[in-house]
């Protein structure tokens, strides 16, 4: 069975454009969030969507947008890139929002702002 | 913020026991204690999770303390591929994880 699936795996940005990142979550799962990860730290909490619905939304800018499509994969948007966004954006999905057993992630997309 | 605590690194020999430790001393009732891993360049893996009794799986068994404080994530026969990032997390209600450093695993041979 595939796994969570995020494309692209790499990519280089340059400062003040805009990128757009894209998660297929697990066959029959319906909730996907979106985490940050900056070298050296844990992942941080970005966004959850359930049923296309934001679910949750973490400590990000205004910069950071997401939505989820009918066939429950998702597209995280960040705009006017700063260095800083440089990060490892991964990609979870589950049955439902706050389900008991853990979440699936993804290997991740690796954004380098230039 | 996270709501726990772990030692940045510990080191294993292969075929040995880990024992990974993890602080929650203000853990609230409802909060379950999750162990996720995430080995490098990878996304993170969960391993197991639970709520007061002590929880075993294919990949680790959890023991937790009776007050709940503290909890440890036991990799029976650890193996080079366990070498990883190891996050202890608490999860209520809520749709987030809250991810804090998390503790380096390494398993020499």
């Known amino acids: 069975d595939a796994g969570v699936t995020q494309s692209p795996t790499h990519l280089i940005k340059t400062r003040g454009q805009q990128v757009t990142l894209r998660c297929s979550p697990i066959s029959g799962h319906k909730s996907v969030s979106w985490y940050q990860q900056v070298l050296g730290q844990g992942p941080q909490f970005i966004f959850q969507?359930?049923?296309?619905?934001?679910?949750g939304r973490g400590n990000f800018p205004d910069r950071f947008s997401a939505r989820q499509f009918p066939n429950y994969s998702s597209e995280l948007n960040v705009n006017a890139l700063l260095l800083g966004d440089s990060a490892l954006y991964l990609c979870?999905?589950?049955?439902?929002?706050?389900?008991?057993?853990?979440?699936?992630f993804g290997s991740g997309t690796r954004l380098t702002v230039v | 913020d996270a709501k726990t605590t772990q030692p940045p690194s510990m080191d294993c020999a292969e075929g040995r026991a880990a024992n990974l430790p993890c602080n929650h001393s203000t853990i609230s009732g409802n909060e379950y204690v999750y162990w996720y891993r995430q080995i490098h360049s990878q996304g993170p893996q969960y391993i197991i999770h639970?709520?007061?009794n002590n929880e075993t799986n294919e990949m680790a068994s959890l023991i937790i303390t009776e007050d709940r404080k503290s909890s440890t994530l036991i990799l029976p026969h650890a193996t080079l591929r366990d070498t990883a990032v190891y996050y202890c997390i608490l999860r209520g209600g809520s749709e987030k994880l809250v991810f804090g450093k998390g503790m380096k695993l390494t398993v020499n041979p």
């Open positions: 979870a999905s589950s049955w439902t929002p706050v389900q008991e057993g853990g979440y699936t």
């Open positions: 969507y359930y049923e296309k619905e934001e679910r």
């Open positions: 639970g709520l007061k």
